[in-house]
């Protein structure tokens, strides 16, 4: 009897010849095998044949791993293609490898699925899921910012998507609080895009019972995650159950059943807001991720600047002490040595490995300074960084052009020496850049001059640094995100230290936006590439 039900509903499907018979159910179910293919970094896979007189509606999918995301894939697909409780069927369109993977957090992919038109004809409308699996795991920030970066990719690349209709936040209907993970995962998508996205960022409940999601939508809204809002103020949310594979037997159909036409009703809804939504182009969403790049990496390296300076400064200080004390000796001993701690660069290798593609740093040779790191994951070349602007480098000191940087797997690094320097060493060092009616000053105000030099270089990096969070307070709709924060603590110290309260005011107004366990991971975040520095520095 089963097998004679598997042949007539299999026959009703028989149009989709990619697939493979993986349980024989009821349901029964069907692996599918999309035409695959490569947009750049990133995979696409297709589903039946595009149709020119369909729009088209695009979802992006963010979750924590666990949550259930790849179910709820499924589903879309299956309700994409008319699938029905009656027909004993089942399709899964995410790998099977793909989910183990997923759980246990070893994927970095963003994945693409597109569902054109078939013959069920649920939806008027083609359908685009943007899948970033492996948000939030135990890859740590590192791997969180690769996804990031292939949604960049995917969001400039030709064939690529340019607009979007919905942005999906996964989570359980059991969440009754969201962990500092699962914010720091929707933080980090929600700031990837522009204020006019807000309004189409909605809810994805999954494993529904049916009942009213109060401690999720609780969860939502003590987090204050920017989203779509109801009649009644709550987040816009949609409810899914996880069971639609589950083998049916005599005991659990009822409720199997239940749980489909749940899923079926929110399905239909949750379509139906597709459908009315108007899509967001994503020219401000490439916007601000690219200032948001352009930003990390001109406050890497303006930090980086101002660490030298000081050690800089922290070497002339120490010349200076030692010919206050010795004055007398050294009237009449030019070779008179003084000790002091020297900083000077050398360049090493990245530890991690991995393709340059992925892992290398955009450095300019003249400047002798690290513009990208982690570089962008599109760039083979410089030319191909987001941090190069009108064929020069926005994070350098001089604003190098392009031709003047590499794309390798090494960075500089600042370290000290002892170094014992003649009196006349140091006469030569300070006084070559003095103008000719200068050349009787004492070595003492030369040292003083150039301390000066270097403050006010100093005070020039840290309000460039200032401006650039400004400027993403304008654009983004989640501007105290934590890639803005990441920096905040050093820009703060610093700014107090020159005595700037108006902008220590700002930029602490900034920084008290997030609670300190959300705090916790942005210092971790930001140790990240300090502590990668210091192992290189061993």
Known sequence: MSLLF???TSSKYDYITCKDLIQSGPPAVYQLTPKTENIETLRKMTLGQKDPNKTNRTILLVGETGTGKSTLIDALV??????????????????????????????????VYEIFGFEG?????????????????????????????????????????????????????????????????????VSLFGKNMENNIVALLTYSDGLSPEKALEALNAANIKCAKDEENQPVHFMFNNHQSKQKTKKNKVALKCAWDLTNDQMKEFTDFLEKSSPKNLIN????????????????????????????????????????????????NENFTVEVDEPYKVKKE??????????????????????????????WYPKHCEVMKGGRCTSCTNKCPVSDHVKEQEIYVTETRKVQKTLHAVKEKY????????????????????????????????????????????????????????????????????????????????????????????????????????????
Request: proline content about 1%; aromatic content about 6%.
């Open 350 to 379: 990245i530890k991690g490995g991995g393709l340059v593609f992925y892992e290398g740093a955009v450095c300019c040779t003249v400047c002798e300074e690290n513009c990208h790191y982690p570089g962008c994951t599109l760039a």
């Open 431 to 538: 006084e070559k850049s003095k103008a000719d009616g200068e050349k009787e000053t004492s070595l003492l105000k030369d040292l003083k001059r150039k301390m000066e030099e270097l403050q006010r270089d100093k005070d020039q990096l840290l309000d460039e640094s200032f401006q650039h969070v400004l400027k993403l307070e304008q654009i983004a709709l989640n501007a105290d995100s934590q890639s803005t924060h990441v920096h905040l603590d050093f820009l703060i110290e610093k700014m107090r230290e020159r005595g700037d309260a108006e902008k220590v005011q700002k930029l602490e107004e900034i920084n008290g936006r997030v609670d300190e366990g959300t705090r916790a991971v942005l210092r971790y975040m930001y140790g990240k590439i300090k502590t990668a520095v210091k192992e290189l520095k061993r």
């Open 6 to 8: 598997y042949r007539y």
């Open 78 to 111: 299956n309700y994409a293609l008319g699938v029905t409780w009656e027909d004993e069927v089942w399709f899964e369109i995410v790998e099977e490898d793909k989910k183990r993977s997923q759980c246990e957090s070893q994927t970095s992919d963003v994945i």
């Open 121 to 189: 004809k649920t939806l008027p409308y083609s359908l685009t899921i943007v899948d970033t699996p492996g948000y939030g795991d135990t890859k740590g920030t590192d791997h969180d910012y690769i996804i990031s970066q292939r949604l960049l990719d995917l969001f400039r690349s030709e064939g690529g998507v340019y607009e979007i209709n919905a942005v999906g936040l996964v989570l359980k209907t059991s969440d009754n609080r969201l962990s500092d993970r699962m914010r720091y995962i929707f933080d980090s998508v």
């Open 285 to 332: 969403t490439v916007e601000v991720l690219n200032s948001r790049i352009r930003l990390t990496a001109c406050i890497q390296n303006h930090q980086e600047r101002v660490e030298l300076i000081e050690l800089r400064l922290k070497e002339i200080q120490q010349t200076k002490d030692a010919l206050k004390k010795h004055e007398e000796e050294m009237k009449s």
